[in-house]
């Protein structure tokens, strides 16, 4: 069994835990986040960005970056203590859409950009679909921006302090709505810690005021087909709230 394998089967086991300690019960099928194969990444002497082994992803060129005020988050947080470097956020800085993605696979810290090169070309395509432009009407970025080490799940406090910039960013861009991709940024930004996507998505929560939509991650539908058409339903929810604003 490979890595990614027992990853996932463990995700699951810990899934129908959890669901018999709270409920007595198993309440649904699980679709887990998507671990990756890839080798841990390594310092090169003298540098402090950390690299992967024999990998090698082009710089992030065709994207607009937005910048972010991060100096007071980042200084007490733990994952920017080793090292970790945020990504930028792409897109507008007068969005429609704030989307709020996962932490950054280790092909994304690379590149410089919140998604892989195959989940970004499915997302541009997401939002095409809904008559949006990632250039005119989104901003994109990771929650947290940062990779934690090992890839493990961010902690509480990290979360914490990773929201206070995107509650910056609210005060400064003003969108209309914002959507979360994947289950870290959709359990923290409707108030549901620990819950999956797909006991979430069909509601839209409201956070600091701004109403929040809920769907699959890129990478997650890149995985399970299945998935398409839920994220399909959400994408509409999205397009209705906001050409309803």
Known sequence: ???????????KLLSLTEDYLKFGKKTGEYIPPVFSDSPAAVVN???????????????????????????????????AKMGKTPVPAIGTESPRLLVLCGPPSV???QSHVPLAAEEMDSFLKWISAIDLD?????????????????NRPPFQDEMKRCATI???????????LILTLGPIPSAFFTGNPGMKVSAI????????????????????????????RPVWEDLKRVRDLINGA
């Open 134 to 150: 990632l250039e005119k009407d989104v901003l994109l970025m990771n929650f947290p921006r940062c990779r934690p080490p090992g």
């Open 1 to 11: 069994m490979s890595q990614k394998q027992q990853y996932t089967e463990f995700w």
């Open 201 to 228: 998505r069909e509601n839209v929560a409201h956070w600091n005021g701004v109403p929040v939509c809920v769907s699959y991650s890129p990478d997650q539908v890149l995985s399970y087909d299945e998935l398409k």
């Open 45 to 79: 002497p003298g540098s402090s960005s950390p690299v992967p082994r024999n990998h090698r992803v082009k710089q992030n060129t065709e994207h607009p970056l937005v910048p972010l005020n991060t100096e007071s988050a980042c200084e007490h947080c733990s994952i």
């Open 107 to 109: 092909d994304a810290e």
């Open 166 to 176: 995107v509650q910056e960013l609210l005060e400064r861009v003003k969108p209309v």
